[in-house]
């Protein structure tokens, strides 16, 4: 996703949308096709057969299990694609085998996608919430930012993005969320709401520091630009994921952005599983927008 001056607004040329052909995914692909028609970006149809698909079988069929598999995929990415290109969307199937992680970070790379639309569920187990190993790979590694659209979504990809909720953890990555979500909010002209959420209790004038924290927030937008509507700076205290989904739900925001890896709340845990922007992708009632530490903004 790149940033064009003097407009200073979002250019959109290539998108990525990674699919596994389940239900969740076919959601996903109506939120790639909106984005692709509002900035007339090319859309490439991405899917990836695993190596699980033929890792035990036997070396003399191998081949003709790789075959099938390939036919499999490549007449349901015609179904995906077929429709789009009669309505006059560019759009490519992508076809390829090997880990499914590296290889939509490659076909990214090597597409130049500005954006990478992926569907993920959620399953529960030993009181986690739980996203798809490959989503998870995909938001972690991406070198452009990452929609994620999960099990409870119910935006209407039609729509547009009506209000925008950023959370931001004050780490290196935050003043480039931020910029993402502002140019996003002035272009569809919504609503803007920016989080950020106190972990622990503040013993000490919370007062006093609620108000530097919004004022730290107010820092990370751009001062010479101007949205319609007043951004709104919010300051929370609890269980950091949680809070952010119960402010999105508040406002019935559209879209949430915010970082996926680095120094500062949202940071990666030792399972991966556990971290906040995994846990908020899972749960959201709208699209998460996620920027990674390989994400670089380029200005022209």
Same mark, same amino acid.
């Given at each position: 996703m790149k940033?064009v001056e003097?407009?200073?607004?979002i250019a959109?040329?290539n998108?990525?949308? #990674?699919t596994d052909f389940e239900v &969740?995914?076919? @959601?996903?692909?109506?939120? =790639?096709?909106a984005? $692709?028609?509002? !900035?007339? +970006?090319?859309?490439?149809?991405?899917?990836?057969?695993?190596?699980?698909?033929?890792a035990?079988?036997?070396p003399?069929?191998?081949?003709?299990?790789l075959k099938?598999?390939?036919?499999?995929a490549?007449?349901e990415?015609?179904?995906i694609?077929?429709?789009?290109?009669h309505?006059?969307?560019p759009?490519?199937?992508l076809?390829?085998?090997?880990?499914?992680?590296?290889v939509?970070?490659?076909?990214?790379?090597?597409?130049?996608?500005?954006?990478?639309?992926?569907?993920?569920?959620?399953?529960?187990g030993?009181?986690?919430?739980?996203?798809?190993s490959?989503a998870?790979?995909?938001?972690?590694?991406a070198?452009?930012?990452?929609l994620?659209?999960g099990?409870?979504?119910?935006?209407?990809?039609?729509?547009g993005?009506?209000s925008?909720?950023? #959370?931001a953890?004050?780490s290196? &990555?935050?003043? @480039?969320?931020?910029?993402l =979500?502002f140019?996003l $909010?002035q272009? !569809?002209? +919504?609503?803007l709401t920016l989080?950020h959420?106190?972990?622990?209790?503040?013993?000490?004038s919370?007062n006093?520091a609620?108000?530097?924290?919004?004022?730290?927030?107010r820092e990370?937008?751009?001062a010479?630009?101007?949205?319609?509507y007043?951004?709104?700076?919010?300051v929370e205290?609890?269980?950091?994921?949680d809070?952010i989904?119960?402010?999105?739900?508040?406002?019935?925001?559209?879209?949430?952005?915010?970082?996926?890896?680095g120094?500062?709340?949202?940071a990666q845990t030792?399972?991966?599983?556990g971290?906040?922007a995994?846990?908020v992708?899972?749960l959201?009632?709208?699209?998460v927008?996620?920027v990674?530490?390989r994400?670089e903004?380029?200005?022209?």
């Amino acid at each position: 996703m790149k940033l064009v001056e003097p407009q200073a607004k979002i250019a959109l040329k290539n998108i990525l949308f #990674a699919t596994d052909f389940e239900v &969740l995914a076919s @959601r996903a692909l109506q939120f =790639a096709v909106a984005l $692709a028609n509002r !900035y007339h +970006a090319k859309l490439y149809a991405a899917h990836v057969i695993p190596q699980t698909a033929y890792a035990y079988a036997h070396p003399e069929s191998m081949e003709q299990i790789l075959k099938e598999a390939y036919d499999y995929a490549g007449y349901e990415l015609n179904q995906i694609v077929g429709p789009l290109k009669h309505r006059n969307c560019p759009c490519e199937a992508l076809l390829a085998d090997g880990d499914p992680g590296e290889v939509i970070r490659a076909l990214a790379e090597n597409h130049e996608a500005d954006l990478i639309v992926v569907g993920t569920g959620s399953r529960e187990g030993v009181g986690k919430l739980f996203l798809g190993s490959v989503a998870e790979e995909i938001i972690r590694e991406a070198p452009c930012a990452v929609l994620t659209v999960g099990p409870h979504v119910a935006t209407d990809p039609a729509a547009g993005f009506q209000s925008i909720v950023c #959370a931001a953890d004050f780490s290196l &990555l935050s003043a @480039r969320v931020a910029g993402l =979500a502002f140019l996003l $909010a002035q272009e !569809y002209n +919504a609503h803007l709401t920016l989080v950020h959420v106190v972990a622990g209790m503040l013993k000490d004038s919370p007062n006093l520091a609620t108000e530097l924290t919004e004022y730290r927030l107010r820092e990370l937008l751009p001062a010479e630009l101007e949205l319609r509507y007043e951004p709104q700076m919010v300051v929370e205290r609890g269980p950091v994921a949680d809070r952010i989904l119960a402010v999105t739900n508040d406002l019935s925001a559209d879209l949430i952005v915010m970082g996926a890896r680095g120094a500062g709340a949202f940071a990666q845990t030792a399972s991966h599983f556990g971290s906040i922007a995994h846990k908020v992708v899972s749960l959201a009632a709208c699209p998460v927008m996620t920027v990674g530490g390989r994400h670089e903004y380029e200005q022209h």
